[in-house]
């Protein structure tokens, strides 16, 4: 099975993103920050999507992607950034910094699975 980390600070979305990702068919991973995330992706290899908040404390989301594309994986995942941040510099920004994808937030089932066909991930 497949395996997505659900990275966003806030626990409903998390809890959502973990429901959503059992209907997919996709084995759900958390973390509540960047720096948890990053911890994660270095204990657990083997991750094929990341669904990444921008906005969090301890370390937001593009620093987060910022230094996931630096190390050195034999397989990096696909990133889909999930945020509320939408104007075009923003997003400009997090795709040049290696996101793959960019979902606003609210999002549905329908859009994170349709984002997760057109990437390659299921």
């Known amino acids: 099975m497949k395996k997505i980390l659900l990275v966003d600070d806030s626990r409903a979305v998390r809890l959502v993103g973990t429901r959503m990702a059992?209907?997919?068919?996709?084995?759900?991973?958390?973390?509540e920050n960047g720096?948890?995330?990053?911890d994660v992706c270095r204990e657990t290899l083997d991750?094929?999507?990341i669904?990444?908040?921008w906005n969090m404390p301890i370390m937001d989301g593009l620093t987060f992607l910022k230094k996931l594309r630096e190390e050195d994986r034999e397989k990096q995942p696909v990133v889909v950034m999930c945020t509320t941040e939408n104007d075009m510099?923003?997003?400009?920004?997090?795709?040049s910094a290696?996101?793959?994808?960019y979902i606003m937030?609210?999002?549905?089932?329908?859009?994170v699975r349709?984002?997760?066909i057109e990437t390659g991930v299921i």
């Open 22 to 31: 059992r209907e997919i068919g996709l084995e759900p991973l958390e973390a």
């Open 35 to 38: 720096q948890k995330a990053l």
């Open 47 to 49: 991750i094929d999507v």
């Open 51 to 53: 669904l990444l908040d």
């Open 89 to 95: 510099p923003r997003i400009i920004e997090a795709m």
């Open 98 to 101: 290696g996101a793959n994808e």
């Open 105 to 111: 937030k609210p999002f549905t089932t329908d859009i």
């Open 114 to 116: 349709e984002k997760l």
